[in-house]
């Protein structure tokens, strides 16, 4: 989301999810492999840069923290979206610096019911939720084994990798150079 500020901040809600790639990816670099965390805004109003959104979901932004402090690279491409594809506009920077939410926090609440999303099968209002909000998404498994913790379990089971269960040995620690 871009906001009056004009950065854009990621994720718009709780995602436990990024926050697990995140730290899949501190964990990949731990073994040797170069990591780079890639922001795609398929937005043209973006004026500031791109930032882990510490109101949307702080455990979000305190991964991208940690990872950055490990050596995990980060990266923003600005892209225009066509029938024909993607074009790369821009590279903007990232900023993992903690920043003041009051701003945030005050714009959202002022804006809250003409922001988001509703959810069609539930009927309740996504995004601009805050961290004390609801928690889990839409693509948050409620109970069970996940498929995260099914790839570690296989993982476990091997000396490849979380991620390297879907590569082939010529591809090594990436899918692509950036």
Not at 153 to 158: F, T
Request: with cysteine; charged share 25%; hydrophobic share 35%.
């Amino acid at each position: 989301m871009v906001y009056p500020d004009g950065h854009g901040y990621f994720p718009d809600s709780i995602s436990a999810r990024a926050s697990r790639h995140v730290e899949e990816l501190k964990c990949l670099l731990a073994r040797g492999c170069r990591c780079t965390v890639l922001f795609v805004v398929q937005r043209d109003d973006l004026r500031g840069q791109v930032r882990p959104s510490a109101h949307h979901d702080p455990s979000f932004a305190l991964a991208c923290r940690a990872a950055a402090a490990a050596g995990v690279r980060f990266r923003a491409l600005v892209v225009s979206c066509s029938l024909e594809g993607l074009t790369v506009q821009r590279e903007v920077g990232v900023d993992l610096e903690e920043y003041d939410l009051a701003p945030m926090a005050a714009w959202v609440k002022a804006n809250r019911e003409t922001t988001g999303w509703i959810r069609s099968q539930s009927n309740c209002r996504v995004a601009n939720g805050t961290a004390g909000e609801k928690k889990g998404g839409a693509g948050e498994k409620k109970g069970g084994e996940g498929k995260l913790d099914s790839w570690k379990k296989k993982a476990s089971e091997s000396s490849s990798g979380v991620f390297q269960l879907a590569l082939t040995p010529s591809h090594g620690c990436g899918f692509i150079e950036i």
